[in-house]
């Protein structure tokens, strides 16, 4: 047992003791204990069991004692009675910020408060006011504290695949810069793009020499909080936000059959081994092997596949939906990238509830290789995100109109508007509709209705013809709002009729179409719009989200809008009308 986690304890039992009343010099005794243990420089444990004789300040033979129960029993008794004496959530008290022992105790003292619950309920009616030390604003920030603390511990146990790439990038940028390291990758679901992760499977190929140093430097990164498992071949940690990341160090020869087992999925995995039996070969991580054992592939992830005979697949495909007999038999489709999309049809500027300007947005968008963006505000009857009324739209076009000149031939930009779809389904604003050159129309509320009744406010938005895209068609918000009741098949039906596009909204808690839907799109025939429904030039990049939920839902550039160039998609929108 190290000499931390001997020091925690100790500090542990003091806070205990503390809390329970008991007298002061006791208290400070194993808080002095504990300081004493933390900087000692030998191995306080070790030292201990030994016989060896200690000398250090504070830790006379009582202290001696106790380290030796739990350096030999791991834990320490007094400290587990102590703690069965407190009321349960005493504890849970005590991790809220702005809560010390002090305060734990006189809650629990002079209000009887012994759970968070509690806390929060008597805070919230003014009951603490009259404490010492107390007020009304620090009851008001105990309840901001309080609505924190449970925000985090009912934290998702998975990770929008946005926020666990970003993780993932910038950890795999640290390791490469690692001595001894020739390659490394991240696996996993996050690399199949799946809308929301476990953890993060990271995967480097070094010198076997390189390998403890390596995970020497990763369990100590300054993003680590807590180390879960440590080994030669493989460390795993949990990040400060919470995040769990694995890594794996294999040799150059194996790289390829590892990142092709860490990337899964599993289901996938299993059916790519049925193939290589039959061959009488096998598939491991370590690579692919003959009835002799003899390793016919493994150093790159292509030539792991053809040793099996199947085509290389992109990870977005590998759930095992029929991709292995594609493969077989040299039939996989040509999946979307992001280099096929030539405009972005949904963004909002200053104008609503963007955060930057209208020529910002515009160049950024230029920028990005983008040919043309459809400037998307809100209607009016969205007054929290500034929705635009009558006489703001129409300046707004104006500016749009005269914004082409300055842009003229490097940029098509189209005046569009988001018409917020109102709970009959009426489109908002819908006398303004004809002047645009591209309409959306969203939910934003009312997201609560049964199946039958959102499915015909949706159904009646599109069937009024004025809308040329449904957008964020759920709602969701992952983790935080689930997907409405809508019938999607239904909807998917009436936007096939009426030969309207379906949006695939990549903002990275939305998502929306979500990948099984943009499946039935693509079976369907209706065409997916890929939007950034970007509020900031930053998020124009979310495109990048989108992508890899289309390349999930298996779409080639064929089923996606916002591959069409400006011109092919301004036909295509004027034979819809027509
Ligand atoms: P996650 O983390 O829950 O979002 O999903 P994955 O797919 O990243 O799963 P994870 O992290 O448990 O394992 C990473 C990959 O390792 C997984 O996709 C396939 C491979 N793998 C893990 N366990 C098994 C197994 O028991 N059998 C096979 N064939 N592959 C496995
Ligand atoms: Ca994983
Ligand atoms: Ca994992
Ligand atoms: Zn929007």
């Known amino acids: 047992m190290d000499n931390e986690t001997i020091a925690r304890t100790f500090m542990e039992l003091a806070d205990v003791l503390e809390l329970t009343g008991e007298v002061q010099f006791k208290v400070r005794a194993f808080r002095t204990a504990s300081r004493a243990i933390e900087g000692f420089a030998e191995s306080i444990a070790d030292k201990v069991t030994s016989g060896g004789k200690l000398k250090l300040a504070g830790v006379g033979d009582g202290m001696i004692r106790r380290i030796k129960e739990l350096a030999t029993t791991g834990k320490l008794e007094e400290l587990d009675e102590r703690k069965k004496q407190l009321p349960g959530g005493l504890m849970d008290l005590m991790n809220l910020p702005g809560i010390g022992i002090k305060t734990a105790q006189q809650v629990w ?51 929008p ?119 009488k070969l096998k598939v491991s991580e370590y690579g692919v092997f003959d009835a002799k054992d003899k390793s016919i592939a493994g150093v790159d992830e292509a030539e792991v596949y053809q040793a099996i005979g199947l085509q290389w697949m992109p990870p977005e495909m590998r759930e095992n939906r029929g991709e292995i007999d594609l493969a077989k038999n040299d039939a996989l489709p040509k999946l979307v990238e992001l280099g096929d999309l030539k405009g972005d049809l949904h963004m909002h500027t200053v104008e609503s509830d963007g955060k930057s300007t209208l020529e910002e947005m515009i160049e950024a968008a230029r920028m990005a290789g983008r040919k043309y963006v459809a400037i998307t505000e809100h209607s009016q009857s969205l007054a929290i995100a500034k929705g ?11 500016r ?47 997201l609560d209705m049964d199946r039958e009744s959102m499915t015909k406010r949706v159904v009646r938005a599109i069937e009024s013809g004025m809308i040329d895209c449904l957008g964020h068609a759920t709602g969701r918000m992952l983790g935080h709002r689930e997907a409405s009741a809508l019938d999607i098949e239904q909807v998917l039906h009436a936007l096939k009729r009426t030969g309207t596009a379906i949006e695939l909204n990549s903002s990275p808690l939305r998502l929306d179409i979500h990948e099984n839907g943009a499946r039935m799109a693509r079976d369907l025939g209706v065409l997916v719009a890929i939007n950034s429904d970007a509020h900031s030039t930053r998020e124009l990049s979310f495109l990048k989200y989108g992508i890899g939920i289309a390349r999930r839902a298996w779409l080639g550039p064929e089923h996606v809008l916002t591959t069409k160039s400006a011109k092919a998609l301004t036909e295509w929108r004027a034979a819809r009308a027509s």
Request: hydrophobic residues 45%.
């Open 109 to 159: 003292k002079e209000r009887g408060i012994t759970s968070v619950d509690e806390l929060e309920t008597a805070a919230k009616q003014g009951a603490l006011r009259d404490l010492p030390r107390f007020g009304e604003k620090r009851e008001e920030k105990l309840i901001a504290a309080i609505t924190a603390w449970r925000k985090r511990a009912s934290a998702p146990k998975r990770w």
């Open 388 to 398: 635009v009324t009558k006489e703001r739209l129409r300046a707004h076009i104006q």
């Open 400 to 446: 749009i109109r005269e914004l082409r000149e300055k842009f003229d031939g490097k940029m098509t930009i189209l005046a569009g508007l988001e018409s917020d779809i109102l709970a009959d389904g009426a489109l908002d604003m819908a006398d303004e509709l004809k002047q645009l050159d591209w309409v959306i129309g969203s939910v934003h509320s009312k």
């Open 161 to 279: 695949m946005a926020e666990a790439l970003e993780t993932a990038e910038a950890l795999c940028a640290r390791v490469r810069a690692m001595p001894g390291v020739l390659e490394c990758q991240f696996a996993g679901s996050l690399r199949r793009r799946r809308e929301t992760v476990g953890d993060l499977d990271i995967l480097v190929a070094a010198e076997a020499s390189h390998a403890i140093a390596i995970m020497d430097a990763w369990s100590t990164m300054p993003e680590v909080a807590e180390i879960l498992a440590k080994g030669e071949t493989k460390t795993s940690v949990v990040l400060k936000g919470g995040m769990q990341a694995d890594l794996r160090v294999v040799p150059r020869e194996s790289f390829g059959a590892a990142l092709q087992y860490f990337t899964g999925s599993k289901e996938h995995n299993v059916a790519m081994r049925t193939i290589a039996v039959k061959l």
